[in-house]
């Protein structure tokens, strides 16, 4: 498939979304996380090679993303002590805003009749609940608990996707570390923007410190350093990528 093809079925996706999940109130009231693309890519990578027909292969594409965004609109509720409290009329925008999003994920799937598929999503959603608990009670013995936790909370919902289609291994690994690597440079955005990050709490509790960082910008980014030279060796594994997943690395590892 050629980048210029894929692009144009991805903007033919989230056009769908966009349609169905806003409303005039909701436009105009609230300002939650945007769709994120690079899930929207993945997971239409993910379900190419299925013999679904191409509409319900947009519905299905959808739905998981109205799950994905659901949950990341819930997940900007803030908890006690957070770094980005929210005014009580944006708590209850937000609280709104996910559960109007829940509610067209269980509706689509309830028409498209994938019920095995809403199970596998279930269980995507319970583990990111998981891992971002632990994240955020430092329930974690290692580095690498630290970092599978990261792994799991940005890409678990995918994961099982992921599976139910039947892909690769080797493709999924590749995937979870881009969206991870994603979400860490986000955390990097904000931490020069604003001095604060959620993951502050872990450098803290002395995450990584073998390698004696001076400051949490310089733990964060030996983070990302490392995990994009393991994202290179993840593709060195993986054949028949698109040229929209490739561009779109490079974009993420050149940051």
Avoid at 17 to 41: C, W
Avoid at 75 to 96: C, G, H, Q, S, Y
Avoid at 105 to 132: D, I, P, S
Avoid at 229 to 247: H, P
């Amino acid at each position: 498939m050629t980048y210029q093809r894929s692009r144009m079925q991805l903007k033919e996706v989230e056009q769908l979304v966009h349609e169905e999940t806003t409303n005039q109130f909701l436009q105009e009231q609230f300002h939650g996380p945007a769709k994120d693309k690079d899930q929207m890519l993945w997971l239409h990578e993910a379900i190419r090679g299925s013999e679904l027909s191409e509409t319900v292969r947009y519905r299905v594409i959808s739905a998981t993303l109205y799950v994905i965004q659901a949950h990341d609109t819930h997940d900007m509720i803030d908890e006690k002590n957070d770094a980005f409290p929210l005014a009580r009329k944006d708590r209850e925008l937000t609280v709104l805003a996910g559960d109007y999003y829940s509610a067209l994920y269980y509706r689509t799937m309830a028409e498209l009749g994938m019920t095995a598929l809403l199970a596998k999503l279930q269980k995507g959603v319970q583990e990111t609940n998981t891992a971002k608990t632990n994240l955020r009670e430092l329930h974690l013995a290692t580095d690498q608990d630290l970092f599978d936790t990261l792994l799991q909370a940005s890409s678990a919902i995918f994961t099982q996707f992921a599976r139910y289609f039947e892909c690769e291994e080797r493709f999924i690994e590749l995937a979870s570390r881009v969206l991870l690597l994603k979400q860490l440079l986000l955390e990097e955005k904000n931490s020069r923007a604003s001095y604060k990050s959620r993951l502050l709490p872990a450098y803290e509790h002395g995450y990584f410190a073998h390698s004696a960082s001076a400051n949490f910008d310089d733990w964060l980014a030996e983070m990302i350093t490392d995990l994009s030279q393991d994202i290179l060796r993840c593709m060195e594994d993986v054949t028949g990528l698109s040229d929209a997943q490739k561009v779109r690395i490079q974009e993420l590892l050149k940051h």
